[in-house]
């Protein structure tokens, strides 16, 4: 198949010009998708990290524990529902297998399970922020 490159630079400027992150073409049987990061992560510039909950987590604490990572892209939530009770709260003692929140991803609810039985140390996102895949969202110990 030969690449359409005036195409994509077509596609490129309209994701530019209406501020877009992503943009989708097809005619037939070719189907072309261009897109672009949404924000970009700058390096941290000290050894410490503030979490979202206003804790500080030096390092050396955030390798002590086991992390539950997220496993998509896309918004966490604490709890079933605005305002009802949040599946985990620090000092929970939880069990591997037990849901610790969700990850709302095109509209699809996704249940995250504890990777292992634990306390919860930390909780390092709040409802309703956005998470990367990988990233952690809580710390057990």
Known sequence: MKIDKKLIKELVDHLKEFSLTELEYQDG??????????????????????????????????????????????????????????????????????????????KTMNHVPSTSDGIVKSILVEDGQPVEFGQTLILLK
């Open 29 to 106: 049987q070719k189907k072309i998708k261009v897109s672009k990061a949404s924000r970009t992560i700058e390096p941290a510039k000290t050894s410490a990290v503030v979490s979202p909950n206003k804790t500080v987590l030096n390092k050396s604490d955030d390798s002590d524990g086991i992390r539950v990572k997220s496993p998509i892209i896309g918004t966490a939530y604490l709890a079933p529902e605005p305002g009802a009770k949040k599946f985990v709260e620090v000092g929970d003692k939880i069990k591997k297998g037990q849901t610790v929140m969700i990850v709302e991803a095109m």
